[in-house]
């Protein structure tokens, strides 16, 4: 996954809204929206709910160092 995949992935764990992650990472609610679609289509996830939890399984969640 991407840098941007994987920051917009962790910040929607954290309860943030496409608006909120879009004003973080400079990006509009519609491409946070796009992003994290593409994320669920690489998990093989059928909603965000569920990719989330796979994520977390995968420790993908855990926040690295940049």
Same mark, same amino acid.
């Given at each position: 996954?991407?840098?941007?995949? @994987? %920051?917009?992935?962790? /910040?929607?764990?954290?309860?943030?809204?496409?608006?909120?992650?879009? *004003?973080? /990472?400079?990006? %509009? %609610?519609?491409?946070?929206?796009?992003? @994290?679609?593409?994320?669920?289509?690489?998990?093989? =996830?059928?909603?965000?709910? =569920?990719?989330?939890?796979?994520?977390? *399984? /995968?420790?993908?969640?855990?926040? %690295?160092?940049?």
């Amino acid at each position: 996954m991407t840098r941007t995949e @994987l %920051s917009c992935l962790r /910040l929607c764990a954290e309860g943030k809204t496409d608006q909120d992650i879009g *004003r973080q /990472l400079e990006l %509009s %609610s519609s491409e946070v929206a796009s992003v @994290l679609s593409v994320v669920m289509l690489k998990l093989r =996830a059928p909603n965000r709910m =569920a990719g989330l939890a796979k994520a977390s *399984r /995968l420790g993908l969640l855990a926040n %690295s160092p940049e």
